[in-house]
Every structure is written in structure tokens, then in C-alpha cells.
């Protein structure tokens, strides 16, 4: 017997959770973009059928664009004392509506944050989050989620994964405690459905095979197709901090003569400085060094140190750069070189 | 204490305890553990680093360069280049300023070197993390067999730690050799003239049954190792230290990697084999 | 953009197709020095405007023609110019570019805070904005310039606030009107409202508009005795 959500309903979960004080994170309009916002309302959050992606991903929630570590004054004859940021107290969340690439590429962060040294600015609010996805049944014409081992209805980071049925329904599938508890909470809310309703998930073919990239990589760190591919793109941050998976940061000081903040920012490989030395010395000095380094971290780095890619395939990155620098089809490229 | 074990970005308290004038624009600085318990409990090996930091400019990363075996304080010795390093030029005896770590690997001296010959060789400020393992080692001298250590900067001014050089030059059992760039020499120098990789080649080290340990800025590092395996040493038996652009220390923050390896997590100690095996992204 | 690019100068003479914005981009950064003009080769080529639906900034072009050779010492002088514009370039009276500003203008001043409290908020500080524009090309911007601080690098408000309006003054008498920080912007931010405010002002008081004039001194360069506001003086 299968659970069943109708679109409705879900709605209203969302009503329910932002009553019981929960932060609902959920695609809605902001002027002619969907962005993914903690709502007010329930019904700021748009029908599923409204959007294929949000025009960013919601990793700001787990790891905000700028964020206060801790809280220092400078008080007399230099002395100085600190607090540090405590987020016991931020509210639980719940991403409603979110894709399964979004959701995908929590797992792939987690592994960065969590190496060794526990983020617990990440991890205190990944843990209050609950993800609540819905497979694609259409893509978007930069959606390559099955080009780097993702799926329109993949699992992975999902709390509770939802399907789209005929009239306007979801089969639920509940894959952690978190979604079985949410779901059982709510319980009201879902329905059970004789036998196994069919559903739509979009039938993506993979454009390349991703198999071949890690291989070419490994033996191309110097290559004229890196000049070739990278030369138009200018260096800002816009696939980095569009992107779900990247997680780069600066930390900086704020502050006046009394005290301030030290804040963890976003930051990007992209950018000249990232990695200029004190001295002037700076082991990355052109744009394709710079996108090289994004292509093999993602492909390559991540890969050999945690077993995953560093990218879900969303496509936002090609979607949001300003000169069209196209990951999508530097991967392919990639993949026919390495074909041949 | 306020660093608490959740927060990894939060450092400890220290007080300024000594300020020591090495050179010009060059000082070190020895910090106390306002806490005295967590001072007593902290340990480090020789080669690692931390984030220091001035509270109200920021953080930035240098070696601990005092040795592992003395307890209680920590040193650094810093040059001043940017924002963090002039406000640290600030600071007076009794101010406070943050540390975390200690961040990364270290040299292997208790792993592999223990037992045999060890040949240190510094080039200007890179003298710093080599200090460390010199203390380390010097502490417990007689667990290691000959001690060469090879010193280079600009000029005489420029040289850091002055009075420790004459310290080692004095021990026995220690060859110690200086060094400045022709032209850096005042008048009544008594070391040697020359940049570093002709002085090592000079001096020609043995390589029997020895580890070398090489300090200094990248362009001095890559003369002076192919010098090194001229002599004969083995790659794998030859550290150095990376220095890359560091934020976090602690493998989060991204900028820090060469190849596939962050430097704060895999380094900043690499022997030269290793090098060999990462692109020159450095 | 990438005209100031090491990449691209070492290379030597550049050959560049510009339509009659670009040109004025051009003459922008010829008249700050940025670029020689005997280092480029000038293909301009006629633009009726592009987009679809036709960009705001070509409904109000008055460059659809860029100049060709034996132009006026006043224009920038293309070396070839292809084709002609089948439409009219807009008067000089036509104030229909400043619609939107006058728009905002009209608006109350808490109204007005709002709308840009909510419209900065999304900034995400990606700098896309300054990297597309042709007239941001300085080595190290402002922002990146920590000794001291001037502006905050980080997302929150304060900082969006000094960064937009910072980017916006200093394009003042400068930024040409391409549009193009505005379309980088992943945020939807309207900067050209900022932009076109500034460019309104530099006209009214400076009777100066951008990249229009080789020889001109820049607005925010020149300096004249007979100038209204005291300050300079
Ligand atoms: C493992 C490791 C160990 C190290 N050990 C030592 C050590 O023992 N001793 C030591 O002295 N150093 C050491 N360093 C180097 C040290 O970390 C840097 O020198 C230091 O972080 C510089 O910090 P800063 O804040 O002063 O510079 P920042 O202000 O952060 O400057 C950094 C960047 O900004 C640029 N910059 C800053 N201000 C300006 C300006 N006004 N105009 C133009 N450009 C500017 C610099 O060129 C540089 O690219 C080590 C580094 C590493 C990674
Ligand atoms: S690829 Fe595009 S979005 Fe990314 S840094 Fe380059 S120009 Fe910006
Ligand atoms: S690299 Fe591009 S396609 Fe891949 S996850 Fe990031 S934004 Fe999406
Ligand atoms: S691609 Fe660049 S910005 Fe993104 S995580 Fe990797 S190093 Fe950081
Ligand atoms: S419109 Fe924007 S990109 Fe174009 S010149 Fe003006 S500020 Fe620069
Ligand atoms: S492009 Fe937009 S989001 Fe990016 S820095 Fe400029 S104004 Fe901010
Ligand atoms: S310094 Fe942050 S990852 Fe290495």
C-alpha cells in the first residue's frame, strides 16, 4: 500500500510546520525569479508544477552567505574577550519542494564539513533540517542530474521523497527517521492509496558518460583545451555561490573600536585573490588555472577524497554565468576527448 | 575558557608574553595561554601550524616556531605583509590575541628520523618552522646522530633568531653553517657568501644515512632541492613545507589545495617525492 | 571587458567589432587611458538593437550607427563601419530612459528604503556586476582592498548597501549605459536604476554624458574654475 500526499495538503504541512514555529524553506516568486525563501505564508509556496528548479539552491540555509563565528570586544589595555555564535537556538527547518539534485547535494557537503573537523555552523543546522523533495517529472534544458550519476528521483539526502501521481497527488516514500516522523507528526495530512499508483519521473538520458572525465582528468592537468574552454570566463562568483555543492569561505573581521564580528563569507575560487599569497606570490594567476581548478575539484579532488562528485548536475551554474561558460558542455567535451 | 570544543573557529586567548625585534620588519612573538590548564594540556609537534589572530583585522597562519618540547607558550615568528601581520606589529606585552591549532602534519621525527643524521637548512623567515624541529631536536640531542644546520638570508641584518645562531654554531656535535646573498655581508662577516643552494652544495652535506629539512620561500625551495638530490639524498627522505594561502587551517574553507591535497590537512610537511607527484600549483 | 586582460595584451593589436555602445565603451576607456586607440582595429557594425522583447537601453539608443573613418574629432572613428541602422537614433530631448528612475523618485522615502532594502538584500557580493562591466577594471577593486577595510565583503546589509552604491558612484559620468552589470546580476538586482540616476545627475550639473566624446576630459577628472559648485573651487 502506498501514502499518498495531494497538493493540498502539502500546503497545508507547510502551514502546520511554520505554526508548530518550524522554518519553511520553499520555492517561491521573487519579482520574475522562484527562489528558494523561508516563507510566511503557505501559500507563498508555489505548486509544484510552477517551476522545474528555484534560481538558487538552498545550501544558504546550512551554510548562510555570511555568518558571525563569534562576537569579540576589545576591551582595556588590550585585553579582549569573545563569545562564540551558539545555534542551539535556531529554529527547526524543513525544505519543501526542493529537487532531488538539491537535496543530493547535502550528503556531498557533509563530507567536506565533516572530515576530521566537525563544522558545527553547517552541521547544527543541517541536522534541524528535514528535506522534503519531489521527483522531476519535466527538466530543464541544462538538467544533466543523470550525466553525473544523479537522478530525477534519486534518494539521496531526501527525508521524505515525493512522486507525482495522476490528480494532482504524490506517492510519499519516507526514507529517514526524520521523514517517518515528520510524516507520522502530520499524519492527517497523508492518505494510503491501494496497490502502486504509476508515476511521472522525467526519462533523462545521460548526455556523456561521467566514467570518462575522472580518467582524462588525471592525466590532463596541462592541456590547450583548458585555455580553450576557459578563456571567456571573467572570474566573478556567480556558478560558485549558485551552485549547491560548492562551499568555499573567507573569514574576515568586523567591526568598530569596541568590538565586532568575525564572519565566515562565501567565497570562490574564481577570484584572483583566493589564493595570492602575502607575499604577492600567487600559485593560480590566469582565469584557466582558476576554472581548471573548479573542474578538477569537483571531478576529480572531491572525488579521491570523499567518493563523490562535487557536482549534482543542476545545470545552475551553466544557467546563471554571465558569458555562458558552460560546464555542461565542457563535460561533454571532456568525455568525447577522452572517447577517442 | 570561552573556545569551546563545538566551535573549531574559536580560538584560544593568549596573552603576549615577549616581543623580539629579529630583523627588520620581522618579529617573534611569544603568547601564554590565558588559561592555564588548557597551556599545560596543549601539545603540538614540530612542522604544524595555527591561525593567530588580532581581534578586530583577522586571522592569518604561521608555524608554531618554537620547539614541541617546551611546554606552556608557544612562539611564531612573522613578517609583516598584509592587514593581520601589521595590526600583530601593534600589539603590545599583555595584549591579547587568538590562536587555534595546532593544524596540520608534522616532521617525522620521532617516526623516522630518530637515529640518524639530520641536516636542517633555512632560508630567511622559512627559518621559523625549522627552528622548531632544530629546539626539538637539539632538546633531545642525543637521540639523533650528526646535526648540520645550513642558514641563509639576504643580509646579516636580515637574519632572524641571531642570538640562537651563535648558540648552535657553539654546540658540539652541531656543524653549523651561515649564510648571506652576496652584497648582504657586513664588514667582519665571519660566515659564508653565497645563496643558499651554492652554499648547500658547498658545504655537501652527506646524504649516508641522513634526512634533510628544508625551509624558505618557493623560489629558494625549488633551487635548492635539485642541489639536494645532486648531493644524493633521497627524495623521500628530503621535507619541506608548503606555504598556500590558508583560511580555515582545518580543511573546510577550499583555497588552501594543491591538486588533490590541502595543504592544512596533508601538509604543510611534504617530502620531496611528494612534491614531485602534485602539479606546480604552488 | 577583457580588453584590459594580460592574457589579451600581451597578445598585441586587438581587433574588435563593436556596435555603437561598444564604441562608446571604448571611447570610455580611451579617455581614462586605459587603452590606446593605435592598439585597436575597429570594426563597428550597425545595430538596430538587440534583445527580445528590444532592450530598455535600445529604445533609447542614440548610436545605432557607429562613426567611421572622417568622422569628427569628437566621435570615436571606427576603421570600417558595416551597414547602416534602419532605425532613428532617439533625440537628445527623449527622456523616456529615465521612466523607472522618475518611477522610484516618486516614490515616498520609506517606500523607497524598502524597495532597496529588499532589492540589495539578494546581493550575493559575486562581483559579477563589476566583472562584465567594460569601465570596472581596476587591478584591485576597492572592495578587495583591506588596508583599511572601506567596504565590508560580506552579504549582509550594511556591506550590499556600501557595495552597490559605492559601484554605482564610481561609475558616475562613467558607466555608459550597456546594461550589462544588470543582466550579469544573478539577483535580479536593478542596477541600472542606480547607474542611470547617476548618468541623470552627471548631465544635469556636469553637462556631460559618457563615452561619447574621445577628447573629452572625463567628468570626474576635469576640473573648471567656472564651475557652479563651490567646492572646487
Ligand atoms: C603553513 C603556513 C605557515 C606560515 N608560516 C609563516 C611564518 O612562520 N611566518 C610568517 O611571517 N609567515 C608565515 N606564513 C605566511 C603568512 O600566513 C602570511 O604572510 C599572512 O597570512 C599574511 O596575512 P596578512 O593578513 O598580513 O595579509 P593580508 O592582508 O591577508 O594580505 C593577503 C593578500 O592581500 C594582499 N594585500 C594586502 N593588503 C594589500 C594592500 N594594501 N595592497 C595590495 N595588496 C594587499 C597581499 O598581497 C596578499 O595577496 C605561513 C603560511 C602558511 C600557509
Ligand atoms: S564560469 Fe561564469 S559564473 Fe563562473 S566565474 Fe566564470 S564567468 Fe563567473
Ligand atoms: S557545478 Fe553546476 S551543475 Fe554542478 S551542482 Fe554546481 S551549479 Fe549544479
Ligand atoms: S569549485 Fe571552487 S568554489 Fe566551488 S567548492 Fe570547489 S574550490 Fe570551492
Ligand atoms: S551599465 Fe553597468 S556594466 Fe555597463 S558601463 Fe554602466 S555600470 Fe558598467
Ligand atoms: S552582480 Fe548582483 S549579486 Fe553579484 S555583486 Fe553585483 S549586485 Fe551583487
Ligand atoms: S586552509 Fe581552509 S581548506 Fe585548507
Redesign the pocket.
Known sequence: MATIITAGNLTRLAGELMKAGCRVIAPAKLDGMVVFKAITDEHEMLPEGEYILPHSSFKEFVFPRTECILRYRLGEQGKVSYEATNLDAEPAQAAIGCRPCDAASLPILDKVFGWDYRDEFYFKRREKLTVVSIACSRAGERCYCTSVGCAPDSKAGSDILLKKTAGDKYVVEALSDKGRQLAEKHASLFEKAEGEPPVEVVDLKPAFDVEKIKPWLDTHFEDPLWLDMAA?????????YGCPTCHCFDIVDEGDLRGGCRLKNWD?C?AVLFTKHGSGHNPRTSQEQR?RQRVMHKFKYYLEKFGLRACVGCGR?SN????G?DLYAVLKTIAERAAK | MTATLTNIYAPYLMNVDEIIEEAPGIRTLKLMFQDEEAGKSFAFKAGQFGLYSVFGAGECTFCIASGATRKGYIECSFQKVGRVTNALRDVELGDTVGFRGPYGNHFPLDEKVKGHNVVFIGMGIGLAPVRSVIWTCLDERDQYEDVTIIYGARSAELMVYKRELAEWAKMPGVKFVKTVDPGGNPPGWDGEVGFVPTIVEKAAPSPKDAFAILCGPPIGIKFTLPVLLKLGFDPERIYTTLENRMKCGIGKCGRCNVGGKYVCKEGPVFTAAELKALPAEY | MYLKRDEVLKRGKVGLVVKGCDARAVTGLIQESQVARERLVLIGMACDGVGEPLLDMCKHCDVHTPAGPGADAHRLACDYVSGKATVADAKPEDEGWLDDVRKIEALMPPERWAFWQEKLSRCIRCY?CR?VCPLCYCKRCLVEKNEPQWISSSAHEAGNFAWNIIRAMHLAGRCIGCGACERACPQDIPLTLLNKKMAESVARHFKYRAGYDPTAAPAVKAFDKADENDFFR
Open positions: 571567456r570566463c571573467m572570474g566573478c562568483g556567480t556558478c560558485a570562490t574564481a576554472y551554474c546563471r554565468c554571465p558569458v561558460q | 559579477a566583472q
